[in-house]
């Protein structure tokens, strides 16, 4: 089993970047298909980025494309999420999450493990 915390989150500009960091235990993400979501108030938690667990692969929803980066640094058990010309739109709460399987994921429920989440406000 493996636990996920996430960091990194604040309050910043529109137009300012921001990485937020998934630090894992319990056991590697090398084993894992990972994935970032955001949740804003009275929304439901949408889909972000995935890295698949071959490490091969990465999608974007079209919201974030070109601007976020999910990446992995395999010594520090740690996913990142790189956000840059952050808008008001990404105001949420972001969380990261793992699953055992292979191949994207791109649903809440193709993950079994979640982070306590972080957030994200972009002010205007």
């Known amino acids: 089993q493996v636990q996920l915390v996430e960091s990194g989150g604040g309050l910043v500009q529109a137009g300012d970047s921001l990485r937020l960091s998934c630090a894992a235990s319990?056991?590697?993400?090398?084993?894992?298909?990972m994935g970032w979501f955001r949740q804003a108030p009275g929304k439901d938690r949408e889909f972000v980025a995935t890295?698949?667990?071959?490490?091969?692969?990465?999608y974007y929803a079209d919201s974030v494309k070109g601007r976020f980066t999910i990446s992995r640094d395999y010594a520090k058990n740690t996913v990142y999420l790189q956000m840059n010309s952050l808008n008001p739109e990404d105001t949420a709460v972001y969380y990261c999450?793992?699953?055992?399987?292979?191949?994207?994921?791109?649903?809440?429920?193709?993950?079994?493990?979640w982070g306590q989440g972080t957030q994200v406000t972009v002010s205007s």
């Open positions: 319990g056991r590697t993400l090398s084993r894992y298909t």
């Open positions: 999450a793992a699953d055992g399987g292979y191949g994207l994921k791109f649903a809440p429920n193709e993950y079994d493990y």
């Open positions: 890295f698949s667990r071959d490490g091969r692969s990465t």
